[in-house]
T-cell receptor
């Protein structure tokens, strides 16, 4: 089955700096890669996703890049703010073509943005 | 609130007792998932329903676990003879029927087995 590795496990940045979280996946058939943000005691919420036919996607301060050949994808947050502090999870699934679209998650990155 | 809801939000039980959790998905979402999340880990897939049919179960889902979605709307997850290792957050997610869709998560049920 799919295996997703996520690094780093913790990341501390100063407000205004950029943050980068990296993930690798094992199943070359995976073609959908969402990122979820989970604040303490709350539900995971989708912040951005990317399909395998796209190399990069951006939404305001958040961007995701995908390298299908290397089987890795990254989350980039620019101009970080204290409210960006949370645990971020990457995930992989077959977004089309079957396999029930179940998500395989990384172990998460605790991002702390210091004022 | 039109999001995914779960009940109860917290459950404390003694080892050996049975517990049941409920998930109400977003209306008209025909795909429903259960995940388990332990401290410091990402959610792990447990089982998947398309409408009322349970189409996949993870090997994590021992025979003490059973899930149903009788009318293709809400779902229940029952754990029989709970063990301390069952302590976790149980998350439900729902998704529309098409490809490339987003899974929307509920707030979870936090289970503590004493």
């Amino acid at each position: 089955g799919e295996n997703v590795e996520q690094h780093p496990s913790t990341l501390s940045v100063q407000e205004g700096d950029s943050a980068v979280i990296k993930c690798t996946y094992s199943d070359s058939a995976s073609n959908y890669f969402p990122w979820y943000k989970q604040e303490l005691g709350k539900r995971p919420q989708l912040i951005i996703d990317i399909r395998s036919n796209v190399g990069e996607k951006k939404d305001q301060r958040i961007a995701v890049t995908l390298n299908k050949t290397a089987k890795h994808f990254s989350l980039h947050i620019t101009e970080t703010q204290p409210e960006d502090s949370a645990v971020y999870f990457c995930a992989a699934s077959k977004g089309s073509g079957g396999s029930n679209y179940k998500l395989t998650f990384g172990k998460g990155t605790l991002l702390t943005v210091n004022p | 609130d039109t999001g995914v809801s779960q009940d109860p939000r917290h459950k404390i039980t003694k080892r050996g007792q049975n517990v049941t959790f409920r998930c109400d998905p977003i209306s008209e979402h025909n795909r429903l998932y259960w995940y388990r999340q332990t401290l410091g880990q990402g959610p792990e897939f447990l089982t998947y329903f398309q409408n009322e049919a349970q189409l996949e179960k993870s090997r994590l889902l021992s025979d003490r676990f059973s899930a149903e979605r009788p009318k293709g709307s809400f779902s229940t997850l029952e754990i029989q003879r709970t063990e301390q290792g069952d302590s976790a957050m149980y998350l439900c997610a729902s998704m529309p029927g098409g490809a490339w869709e987003t899974q929307y998560f509920g707030p979870g049920t936090r289970l503590l087995v004493l």
